[in-house]
């Protein structure tokens, strides 16, 4: 069984924090992983991809991978109120076809 | 560049009738993939399209069904509907099959069905 654990929350940060979302997966084949943010009522948007071990940096947002350790994070520098969603972690196994196992989703809530 | 779209946005059937959602995948994109998102929880894959042919399937009973077309546009059909049908459907749209590289997948808004 294929699982991908996150901590449904929520996570509240004052504006201007770091906020670090967290997750971990099950099968040790999985081989990239996505993080995607959904606004209440909205579809999931795709914001950060990683594929190696290491830290990957786009804007404020830094993707964080440990293959070892099954666990891949996300991290918001300088977070906003319009940063504030529900942030889901996908895992992506590529057996002949190509799909995604998501986690439930961390809500996360920042403060002005 | 166009992207994802879905129709229609939202849906109320009675339980036992079917229903189509219709999907056009994102300029370029070879590859349609369906969800269902059920409230507070992540998406849940149903199956998967490349080249007009189901590409792998998740854990859903045949009364789901697809197509996909030579355009790349996609169909999700559900048959006998259930009250537990009720959910967002999502459609995404990447670049598969044997071209390798990522499979990042991007979603369309979405169509919210509501089973009575």
């Known amino acids: 069984q294929k699982e991908v654990e996150q901590n449904s929350g929520p996570l509240s940060v004052p504006e201007g924090a770091i906020a670090s979302l967290n997750c971990t997966y099950s099968?040790?084949?999985?081989?990239?992983f996505f993080w995607y943010r959904q606004y209440s009522g909205k579809s999931p948007e795709l914001i950060m991809s990683?594929?190696?071990?290491g830290d990957k940096e786009d804007g404020r947002f830094t993707a964080q991978l440990n293959k070892a350790s099954q666990y891949v994070s996300l991290l918001i520098r300088d977070s906003q109120p319009s940063d504030s969603a529900t942030y889901l972690c996908?895992?992506?196994?590529?057996?002949?076809?190509?799909?995604?196992?998501f986690g439930k989703g961390t809500m996360l809530l920042v403060s002005p | 560049e166009t992207g994802v779209t879905q129709s229609p946005t939202h849906l109320i059937k009675t339980r036992g009738q079917q229903v189509t959602l219709r999907c056009s995948s994102q300029?370029?994109?070879?590859?349609v993939s369906w969800y269902q998102q059920a409230l507070g929880q992540g998406p849940q894959f149903i199956f998967q399209?490349?080249?007009?042919?189901?590409?792998g399937r998740g854990n859903f009973p045949p009364r789901f069904s697809g197509l996909q077309f030579p355009n790349y546009s996609s169909e999700l059909n559900v048959n006998a509907l259930e009250l537990d049908d009720s959910a967002l459907y999502l459609c995404?749209?990447?670049?598969?099959?044997?071209?390798?590289?990522?499979?990042?997948?991007?979603f369309g808004p979405g169509t919210r069905l509501t089973v009575t």
């Open positions: 995404a749209s990447s670049l598969g099959g044997s071209s390798g590289g990522p499979r990042e997948q991007y």
């Open positions: 099968d040790r084949v999985s081989q990239s």
């Open positions: 990683i594929y190696s071990n």
């Open positions: 996908a895992v992506n196994i590529d057996s002949g076809y190509s799909t995604l196992t």
């Open positions: 300029s370029g994109h070879n590859t």
């Open positions: 399209y490349y080249r007009e042919e189901e590409n």
